[in-house]
């Protein structure tokens, strides 16, 4: 009976102390600007929609693309386990920022800042 109780202790010794995989999350979101102050300040963006694919495709006339250059409209954010993608929607992105240890993430993406902004008229 004690060699039983043994050989449990040392069992949940050792699996407490295997190495957990965190489940890492990351994903395209919708942003829209609030209309007031800087458009690329975290704090002027709201959180929309996860977006189901990146926004890749060639620059074109009234689309959210990673090569334009204008106000920013999707954002790649990275976040850790435990965060529901749906509790994005409608957050402010700086508050997300602070409070749910989520970060603008430009890993795994041809966008050199995070985002993809709205297409804008060239100037001539």
């Known amino acids: 009976m ?3 109780a043994v050989m449990i202790a040392i069992g949940s010794y ?3 102390k295997m190495p957990v995989k965190k489940t890492i999350n990351s994903g395209w979101f919708e ?22 694919s990146p926004p890749l495709t060639p620059e074109q006339e009234g689309e ?3 090569d334009n250059q204008s106000t920013p409209c999707a954002v790649h954010l990275y976040f850790g386990e435990g965060v529901d993608p749906e509790d994005l929607d409608g ?8 409070s749910v240890l989520l970060e603008v993430d430009i890993r795994d993406t041809d966008s050199p800042d995070g985002y993809a902004k709205q297409w804008k008229e060239p100037e001539n």
Request: hydrophobic share 45%; net charge negative.
């Open 91 to 98: 957050l402010n992105l700086q508050a997300a920022i602070d």
């Open 31 to 52: 942003v829209t600007y609030s209309g007031s102050g800087v458009e690329t300040d975290p704090a002027n963006l709201e959180i929309g929609d996860m977006l189901s």
């Open 14 to 16: 050792a699996y407490s």
């Open 64 to 66: 959210c693309r990673i």
């Open 2 to 4: 004690a060699i039983v």
